[in-house]
């Protein structure tokens, strides 16, 4: 496939100038491209996979409850029709000794065909589930190399599946070329004896450094060089998280390594950025952004959990109509990004009718309003109409798309240009944002923390973007019972097109305030002439910290404020994972916090604690993962500040720490990937304990 500069990506993108399709290598041998017409899936095809929310101990009795559900809640119907079995539908026989594929004998008693049959009497699709390589016992669970893909590529037509997932585990097992096993692959498929028409997800998930280091021709993000002439889909990365446990900053990894070639994507073939994860680890807002990004990116939409335990919040975002339709656009065209990469950003992507889809990305800790312009996107004119994908709001611009957006979240429109009459003006209501704390200014992109007794000031800003005055705006601001609320400022009376305003206020707790999450809404009216009295409402959440610990403290005792980790979550008094005690260089600790890069750690000290001590370093388990990997950083932060810097620590020494924290209210503790990614890193804050 040849390259394409990025200013013709970005032309390709939002039609600032016409450029020829991306042009793609020749075609695999023996491998045809398919006509336009014959397309098995024109847009990106959607369902649902076992993996995430079953695992791999999933039966026909789970799978036809799950096809139940996909159609009972509206999500076939929404263009979830794939019914997916990954990897655990094999008997631990994978063969039978004329080596057909068989299924396990007592989850599937009946084979596959009828729980296939069940499936299509759905309205539904089925897919299915195998590897390129040869299977190879203890490394992988199973393969259709060693000279069996047409035998298994006419097993799973004969059983009529309509789709399937073709790994790469037992592949790089046996050190196979990708590229050569999937075109054999997809060759079998093609010829087929049933003559079956099956869309060819190529899964190759090995990423380095994340799985080691290997050779890039062997690497998913290789495949996007070959794989768009033998497949309706291909991996761009490795997993998005693990079972149970997807966590945002990989959805963000993911979707950036997926947006490295727009170009490669376009109608019956898609870059895939992995399974969509509502309820698996993020917070409602973090897969709101999830969906958003992957509406953008024209990947296709297969749900990793399960769909019976879903909430009807999951099941909403899912269902968007406005983030499918983007997700659908027949033009097929991948977002890219405008502007700098950064913690907010701006991407677009254009849609066949001449409309741009545009998302705001924060990728951040605090709330932002981010704004972008119409002219930068492809658009031209002086009016511009903005539909809200996630409010359903329908407002008029005067070339500003702009949007507050909470900490990791994304505001997602459609954009076009604006004919009649002057519509309802697109004015943007800020989020509360703390901006002081007790009179100090709060470090930029740090989160809020409060206690009993604080007072903090807070701001709430206001646009209009239209092409219409508003009047009469005011803000109200709305706290838990029991907080006393002051407003310093008011609004002018007119905010003219273009115009801003900021309204302050002090918020002071009392002193018995609970801790936890406490949230902060303002309500934002004004008067549109012709339109009336509009209002809109926000929210912002912060913490109301414990309180601080006392004496001589071991601080992995404390309750934490927020705690991240980059493989599982943050343990106490054990190494990464659980059930191991924190040890470094054979030396057992019997207290302090196990994690993995990036991982951070919030504690709040309340300018009660004089000194930090602990002994920091990489846990001796990685010595059971092998050589690679195993370097972190290790920072201690106090209200911003930068304490104590480890520098580079690797597996061969302990380091130790004694920092000052005189004056610190809000304590970090961070770990770094080294700049080597966070392969192998299972990092230790060893003895930890604050002297109060």
């Known amino acids: 496939m040849k390259r394409q500069g990025l200013a013709a990506v970005l032309a390709l993108a939002t039609g600032l100038l016409v450029v020829p399709a991306p042009a793609h290598a020749a075609p695999a041998a023996g491998v045809a491209p398919q006509p336009a017409s014959e397309l098995l899936s024109p847009t990106p095809y959607g369902g649902w996979n076992t993996y995430f929310g079953l695992g791999g101990n999933f039966s026909e009795q789970s799978v036809r409850e799950v096809a139940d559900a996909l159609v009972s809640r509206g999500l076939a119907k929404a263009g ?76 799973f037509a004969a059983w009529e599946f309509d789709a399937v997932k073709v790994d790469f585990l037992c592949g790089i097992a046996a050190d196979l070329d990708p590229k050569t096993a999937y075109t054999e692959f997809a060759r079998a498929l093609r010829d087929n004896a049933s003559g079956r028409q099956i869309i060819f997800n190529l899964c190759n998930p090995v990423t380095s450094p994340d799985w080691g280091n290997y050779p890039e021709e062997q690497q998913s993000t290789y495949s996007w060089t070959y794989a768009p002439e033998i497949a309706q889909s291909w991996r761009t990365y490795t997993d998005v998280g693990f079972v149970g446990d997807i966590k945002f900053k990989d959805v963000l990894r993911n979707y950036d390594a997926n947006a490295r070639h727009p170009e490669a994507a376009g109608p019956g073939h898609f870059n895939d950025p992995d399974y969509l994860a509502p309820e698996l680890g993020m917070s409602d807002e973090e897969f709101r952004t999830q969906m958003s990004l992957w509406s953008m990116a024209a990947a296709p939409l297969i749900v990793g959990s399960d769909i019976r335990k879903l909430g009807q919040t999951s099941v909403d975002i899912l269902t968007d109509a ?253 190494s990464v994972g659980g059930g191991s005690p924190i040890k470094m260089l054979g030396q057992v600790y019997p207290t302090g916090l196990g994690v993995a890069s990036p991982s951070t750690v919030r504690y709040y000290v309340g300018d009660q604690c004089s000194r930090l001590a602990a002994v920091v370093g990489i846990d001796d388990a990685v010595n059971n993962v092998g050589p690679d990997g195993g370097t972190s950083t290790f920072q201690v932060v106090g209200d911003g500040r930068v304490l104590y810097d480890s520098g580079v620590v690797t597996r061969e020494a302990v380091h130790q720490v004694d920092v000052d924290l005189t004056g610190v209210r809000v304590l970090d503790l961070v770990v770094g990937d080294a700049g080597d990614g966070g392969y192998n890193d299972r990092a230790d804050w060893a003895g930890l304990t604050a002297t109060c």
């Not at 065909?113 to 299977?135: C, F, N, R, S």
């Not at 991948?334 to 998302?359: F, H, I, M, S, Y």
């Not at 429109?413 to 943007?428: D, E, I, N, Q, Y």
């Not at 002090?506 to 406490?518: D, E, N």
């Open 322 to 574: 406005d983030a499918l339709a983007i997700n659908q656009d027949p033009a097929v065209v991948q977002a890219v990004r405008v502007g700098p990469a950064g913690t907010t950003e701006t991407w677009v992507k254009r849609l066949a009718n001449g409309d741009r889809a545009v998302l705001l990305l924060n990728r951040g800790e605090t709330s932002k309003t981010l704004t972008a312009k119409a002219s930068a996107l492809g658009l031209s004119g002086d009016r511009f109409t903005l539909r809200n994908a996630w409010t359903d709001q329908v407002t008029e611009s005067a070339g500003t798309i702009s949007a507050a957006v909470p900490a990791h979240g994304a505001a997602l429109f459609r954009v076009a240009k604006a004919h009649g009459l002057p519509g309802v003006p697109h004015v943007t209501a800020g989020l509360p944002q703390v901006t002081q704390v007790g009179g100090d200014p709060l470090p930029e992109g740090t989160a809020p923390v409060l206690a009993g007794g604080d007072e903090a000031k807070v701001e709430v800003a206001v646009r209009n973007d239209g092409v219409l005055p508003v009047f009469t705006p005011q803000v109200a601001l709305t706290t838990p019972d029991g907080w006393r609320v002051q407003q310093l400022s008011r609004a002018p009376k007119l905010l003219n097109p273009g115009g801003s305003a900021t309204v302050t206020f002090t918020v002071t707790l009392p002193g018995s305030a609970a801790p936890g999450g406490a949230t902060l809404t303002a309500t934002t009216s004004y008067d549109v002439l012709g339109h009336g009295r509009r209002q809109q409402r926000t929210a912002s959440t912060l913490v109301v910290a414990p309180v601080p610990p006392d004496g001589e403290a071991v601080l992995s005792h404390h309750t934490w404020i927020s705690a991240t980790s980059g493989w599982m979550n943050p343990t106490v008094d054990q």
């Open 80 to 155: 979830y029709d794939i019914v997916w079995l990954d990897g655990g539908w094999q008997d631990p026989e994978p063969r039978t000794a004329a080596g057909a594929l068989q299924a396990d004998r007592t989850r599937f008693p009946n084979g596959l065909k009828p729980l296939v049959d069940y499936i299509h009497a759905k309205g539904l699709k089925a897919g299915i589930y195998t590897d390129a390589g040869p299977y190879i016992p203890g490394k992988c669970g199973l393969g259709s190399g060693g000279g069996n893909y047409q035998r298994d590529a006419d097993q």
